[in-house]
């Protein structure tokens, strides 16, 4: 039977289930990447799992997210990450580096390879070819460890890419368009594959661009095929030994076919506070625009930055403006070091930031109040830059060099009308330095894991109950994001620290919610969480799932609740439950009383009759859990279950 490259991955690696979509399968990995913020407690779980090495074919530990060294905090974490990775047979990419998913496109991604990594942006490996899925640090340190990694098998989406991009117009306003037609909800269970004529035309890190915000779509991940300009990137880096051929075969089927012609794309921005509120360029210009920043894992390679210099050079940026830069990798840093381009850069009065993930995670340039801010990364959710009144847009990085100049909103073809479009080749040989890849010795070697004070163990969690009765702890409304539920910025060093991470629970949202739900706890009540739509959309920080478990919550209800949060949700014994009737959410309000009675039993069926003492209600909700996934909420997570059958083995 005809396949589409999707098919034909996952079916290479499937060890579990049938290839039925909708239905629960168990894959082989064979590549993980972890980064600082998230790869602490992956590899505290991967130790409490008691596995005595890594048994994939490479596992990567990146820092690039915690770098703002304010105290011991995040130093003492890279130390702990630096000798458990030789300890365990994990590379140990250290600080200055570079970000996570450019590097790994760079130096270890391969096509046809399975990539599984404790970061949403993951799926930037799909443009090399791979299946690179984003997921909890837990599901990470089983997978690292030799286990399968679990997913319902996809529906896949063409996109059918037809043409050629205009000049102005990039890779960021083909995802941009993509979001607009399928929004940034609804998506869960899905894959979408790119193809037709036009994907010939775009090189592999525009490719990467355009993957990587699949995580904003909501779909499980994204890929391209791997062809010659493939094969051309791979030699570039050295690495043209891991390349391998992958292609839908021509009869292949789809659940839908959306037909994208790149020759019709205008320059696009995702306006505030979501990357599905697109507009094009050309409608909102004008705005005054007080930052620009341009790099972040989506638009940092070495194409990117030499079409930003391009733009700039001979140059100056609008006297209003503060223009950062921040490349991808130290790769691309020391290239357009070495050719000039980024004394263009500066020259026209940037600022040059670390190679890390810095402003778009909110840990560094935070905007005035007020201000627009001009972003080429991928996410610009409300408050995520550490400023609540700033209004951010996503744009490409020629539009970003264009407003930089303009000082203003402006559709990047017409204010650069008068210039040729520069033309960027891509390099025959790229420079390749692994100095600061620290790789694990290849005979076991006795090594002492550095663990300092803010390092600590994963937190226990009870078996769930046989009957639930809880509080409403707070609700919440549509599109809560994991960065609304644990803030990253400055609170990011405390990650290795449930009980002091804990405290900023819902922060923005209710200061008051961390004391008041550990007071429930202490009680004997089960804190309970209310929400409306796509509840977890965004990062995949299982501390929004880790935190809340610690302060007593049993059970999330919402309307509707994203792929990797729900899986979190599971994986620390909390159950992620969806209201029947959506309308039933308006009947819930915070400090409610609810019961249900025999949970188990409900789990079970799959549906859960919620009373509400409050209010004398009662409300069916679903819970829509594999026979797996019901085995680890009901032992109270997965490193219980875990720990229970080693036991019993």
Same mark, same amino acid.
């Given at each position: 039977?005809?396949?589409?490259?999707?098919?034909?991955?996952?079916?290479?690696?499937?060890?579990?289930?049938?290839?039925?979509?909708?239905?629960?399968?168990?894959?082989?990995?064979?590549?993980?990447?972890?980064?600082?913020?998230?790869?602490?407690?992956?590899?505290?779980?991967?130790?409490?799992?008691?596995?005595?090495?890594?048994?994939?074919?490479?596992?990567?530990?990146?820092?690039?997210?915690?770098?703002?060294?304010?105290?011991?905090?995040?130093?003492?974490?890279?130390?702990?990450?630096?000798?458990?990775?030789?300890?365990?047979?994990?590379?140990?990419?250290?600080?200055?580096?570079?970000?996570?998913?450019?590097?790994?496109?760079?130096?270890?991604?391969?096509?046809?390879?399975?990539?599984?990594?404790?970061?949403?942006?993951?799926?930037?490996?799909?443009?090399?070819?791979?299946?690179?899925?984003?997921?909890?640090?837990?599901?990470?340190?089983?997978?690292?460890?030799?286990?399968?990694?679990?997913?319902?098998?996809?529906?896949?989406?063409?996109?059918?890419?037809?043409?050629?991009?205009?000049?102005?117009?990039?890779?960021?306003?083909?995802?941009?368009?993509?979001?607009? +037609?399928?929004?940034?909800?609804?998506?869960?269970?899905?894959?979408?594959?790119?193809?037709?004529?036009?994907?010939?035309?775009?090189?592999?890190?525009?490719?990467?661009?355009?993957?990587?915000?699949?995580?904003?779509?909501?779909?499980?991940?994204?890929?391209?095929?791997?062809?010659?300009?493939?094969?051309?990137?791979?030699?570039?880096?050295?690495?043209?030994?891991?390349?391998?051929?992958?292609?839908?075969?021509?009869?292949?089927?789809?659940?839908? +076919?959306?037909?994208?012609?790149?020759?019709?794309?205008?320059?696009?921005?995702?306006?505030?506070?979501?990357?599905?509120?697109?507009?094009?360029?050309?409608?909102?210009?004008?705005?005054?625009?007080?930052?620009?920043?341009?790099?972040?894992?989506?638009?940092?390679?070495?194409?990117?930055?030499?079409?930003?210099?391009?733009?700039?050079?001979?140059?100056?940026?609008?006297?209003?403006?503060?223009?950062?830069?921040?490349?991808?990798?130290?790769?691309?840093?020391?290239?357009?070091?070495?050719?000039?381009?980024?004394?263009?850069?500066?020259?026209?009065?940037?600022?040059?930031?670390?190679?890390?993930?810095?402003?778009?995670?909110?840990?560094?340039?935070?905007?005035?109040?007020?201000?627009?801010?001009?972003?080429?990364?991928?996410?610009?959710?409300?408050?995520?830059?550490?400023?609540?009144?700033?209004?951010?847009?996503?744009?490409?990085?020629?539009?970003?060099?264009?407003?930089?100049?303009?000082?203003?909103?402006?559709?990047?073809?017409?204010?650069?009308?008068?210039?040729?479009?520069?033309?960027?080749?891509?390099?025959?040989?790229?420079?390749?330095?692994?100095?600061?890849?620290?790789?694990?010795?290849?005979?076991?070697?006795?090594?002492?894991?550095?663990?300092?004070?803010?390092?600590?163990?994963?937190?226990?969690?009870?078996?769930?109950?046989?009957?639930?009765?809880?509080?409403?702890?707070?609700?919440?409304?549509?599109?809560?994001?994991?960065?609304?539920?644990?803030?990253?910025?400055?609170?990011?060093?405390?990650?290795?620290?449930?009980?002091?991470?804990?405290?900023?629970?819902?922060?923005?949202?209710?200061?008051?919610?961390?004391?008041?739900?550990?007071?429930?706890?202490?009680?004997?009540?089960?804190?309970?969480?209310?929400?409306?739509?796509?509840?977890?959309?965004?990062?995949?920080?299982?501390?929004?799932?880790?935190?809340?478990?610690?302060?007593?919550?049993?059970?999330?209800?919402?309307?509707?609740?994203?792929?990797?949060?729900?899986?979190?949700?599971?994986?620390?014994?909390?159950?992620?439950?969806?209201?029947?009737?959506?309308?039933?959410?308006?009947?819930?309000?915070?400090?409610?009383?609810?019961?249900?009675?025999?949970?188990?039993?409900?789990?079970?069926?799959?549906?859960?009759?919620?009373?509400?003492?409050?209010?004398?209600?009662?409300?069916?909700?679903?819970?829509?859990?594999?026979?797996?996934?019901?085995?680890?909420?009901?032992?109270?997570?997965?490193?219980?279950?875990?720990?229970?059958?080693?036991?019993?083995?």
């Amino acid at each position: 039977m005809p396949k589409n490259i999707v098919q034909k991955i996952l079916d290479d690696h499937l060890v579990e289930g049938q290839p039925v979509a909708g239905l629960e399968v168990g894959i082989k990995i064979d590549q993980t990447l972890t980064q600082d913020a998230t790869g602490t407690m992956a590899y505290l779980q991967f130790e409490a799992l008691g596995f005595e090495k890594v048994k994939t074919e490479v596992s990567v530990s990146y820092v690039d997210h915690n770098t703002i060294q304010d105290g011991f905090e995040n130093a003492d974490d890279h130390k702990y990450l630096e000798t458990v990775a030789q300890k365990y047979g994990i590379c140990f990419s250290r600080p200055g580096n570079g970000i996570c998913h450019q590097l790994h496109l760079e130096r270890f991604g391969c096509p046809g390879k399975t990539l599984l990594g404790s970061d949403s942006h993951t799926p930037t490996g799909g443009g090399l070819g791979m299946i690179a899925v984003g997921a909890g640090g837990l599901d990470v340190a089983v997978a690292m460890g030799g286990g399968p990694f679990y997913l319902s098998y996809p529906k896949v989406i063409k996109i059918d890419l037809q043409g050629k991009l205009s000049p102005w117009v990039s890779a960021k306003d083909v995802v941009l368009k993509v979001l607009e +037609i399928l929004s940034t909800k609804g998506n869960v269970g899905v894959v979408v594959e790119y193809g037709g004529k036009g994907v010939e035309t775009l090189s592999v890190p525009e490719r990467a661009t355009i993957a990587n915000m699949g995580a904003e779509l909501g779909v499980t991940t994204s890929v391209f095929p791997s062809d010659n300009l493939t094969r051309a990137f791979l030699k570039a880096q050295g690495r043209d030994g891991c390349f391998k051929p992958v292609a839908a075969d021509d009869d292949a089927s789809y659940d839908r +076919i959306i037909h994208v012609d790149l020759s019709a794309l205008e320059p696009l921005a995702a306006t505030p506070h979501s990357p599905g509120n697109v507009k094009r360029l050309a409608e909102i210009a004008g705005t005054k625009v007080q930052q620009v920043c341009i790099g972040s894992c989506t638009n940092s390679s070495y194409r990117d930055l030499m079409l930003v210099a391009g733009i700039l050079r001979g140059k100056k940026i609008a006297p209003h403006v503060s223009l950062a830069l921040a490349c991808g990798s130290r790769q691309v840093l020391e290239m357009i070091g070495r050719n000039g381009a980024l004394a263009d850069i500066i020259s026209a009065g940037a600022r040059v930031m670390e190679n890390a993930c810095g402003f778009c995670i909110g840990n560094s340039l935070a905007p005035a109040t007020g201000s627009v801010s001009v972003r080429t990364n991928n996410r610009n959710f409300f408050g995520r830059t550490g400023t609540e009144s700033a209004q951010v847009f996503l744009v490409s990085p020629e539009a970003a060099a264009a407003c930089a100049l303009a000082g203003e909103l402006v559709d990047p073809a017409k204010f650069l009308s008068g210039q040729k479009y520069p033309v960027v080749d891509m390099p025959d040989k790229f420079l390749i330095d692994d100095s600061l890849i620290v790789r694990p010795p290849e005979k076991t070697a006795k090594v002492e894991i550095v663990r300092g004070p803010n390092i600590g163990a994963p937190p226990s969690n009870d078996e769930y109950p046989m009957a639930l009765s809880g509080v409403v702890a707070i609700c919440l409304k549509d599109k809560v994001t994991t960065d609304d539920i644990m803030p990253a910025g400055s609170r990011m060093k405390y990650r290795s620290n449930i009980p002091k991470y804990a405290e900023f629970v819902f922060e923005r949202e209710d200061k008051t919610f961390p004391s008041r739900a550990m007071e429930n706890k202490k009680k004997g009540l089960h804190n309970i969480i209310v929400a409306g739509e796509s509840y977890g959309q965004g990062s995949s920080r299982e501390h929004a799932a880790i935190c809340p478990m610690y302060l007593g919550v049993k059970m999330v209800v919402a309307k509707s609740i994203e792929r990797i949060h729900k899986a979190n949700l599971v994986n620390f014994g909390i159950v992620p439950a969806l209201f029947a009737n959506p309308a039933d959410y308006e009947s819930i309000k915070q400090g409610d009383l609810l019961e249900v009675k025999d949970a188990y039993t409900g789990i079970e069926k799959g549906e859960l009759s919620l009373a509400n003492s409050s209010t004398g209600a009662v409300i069916v909700l679903k819970v829509d859990l594999s026979e797996r996934q019901k085995q680890i909420v009901l032992a109270g997570g997965l490193i219980n279950l875990t720990r229970s059958r080693t036991k019993a083995g």
